[in-house]
């Protein structure tokens, strides 16, 4: 970063660490990985620490953890197609449930590779990867655990979202025999991360995540006006 992007980025990292109640080195490191990953300018940052603090403040989570869950999840999540604020609606909504983001986050970034079929970065990862196969192999397979209503290409071909393909699963769970719904489990989660998978399309049935999901797109302004209340605390005066 420049020196002007630096001390603004300064500046937000400050904010960042007072709402969201993390040490200084902790802010930054959340703040350049949601930038480097979703590719947002430092003129911009502000708005991830809108979107952590309104998260924090109206969901069963704080913006500490999922700054947590974001740094495990936000590189392979972009990658897969997802923004930052469907990123952060899954966390927020899978988190709800396990209250624990850290492994939420890792979750995510495990389904949305087995979903892809990269079997070499799940080995280099020391996750479970013997069992994913081709991609079009994964692709009839969750097509047929869903009865034909989940595909993970869109109608030109490409990749879904991860957010789109658990929304779209998550409208048929409850309509499919248990047998599939284990075997589904195990096609997009493994052996490992199947819990916090299933609670993920729980927060999704429940409409939780897409209320995380409006919440995010919808924070502009939070992080300041925190601040500001921060500001006339007796913490703020002293420091």
């Known amino acids: 970063f420049d020196i002007d992007q630096a001390s603004e980025l300064a500046q937000i990292s400050s904010i960042y660490s007072n709402v969201g109640e993390v040490d200084d080195a902790t802010a930054v490191s959340d703040l350049v990985t949601a930038m480097k990953s979703f590719n947002i300018e430092a003129s911009d940052s502000i708005t991830i620490v809108d979107s952590l603090n309104k998260l924090g403040n109206e969901f069963a989570t704080d913006s500490a953890a999922l700054g947590e869950g974001l740094k495990k999840s936000a590189s392979a999540l972009s990658l897969a197609g997802n923004d930052i604020n469907q990123t952060l609606a899954m966390i927020t909504g899978g988190t709800e449930i396990t ?23 799940l080995e280099a990862l020391g996750e ?22 989940v595909n993970i290409f869109d109608k030109n071909g490409n990749f879904k979202s991860t957010y789109e393909i658990l929304k779209g699963i998550s409208k048929v769970w409850s309509d499919i025999s248990q ?55 007796l913490e703020a005066k002293t420091q």
């Open 99 to 121: 209250q624990n983001a850290s492994e939420m986050g890792n979750a995510l970034k495990v389904l949305s590779m087995r979903v892809r079929g990269m079997k070499g970065e």
């Open 128 to 149: 479970e990867y013997e069992n994913v196969e081709s991609i079009s192999k994964i692709q009839t397979q969750i097509l047929n655990q869903t009865n034909g209503a």
């Open 179 to 233: 047998v599939d719904q284990a075997a589904l489990l195990e096609t997009i989660a493994g052996k490992q991360r199947g819990n916090q998978i299933s609670a993920l399309i729980q927060a999704f049935q429940s409409g939780q995540i897409e209320k995380a999901y409006e919440a995010s797109v919808n924070s502009a302004g939070s992080a300041m006006q925190e601040q500001e209340r921060w500001m006339e605390s």
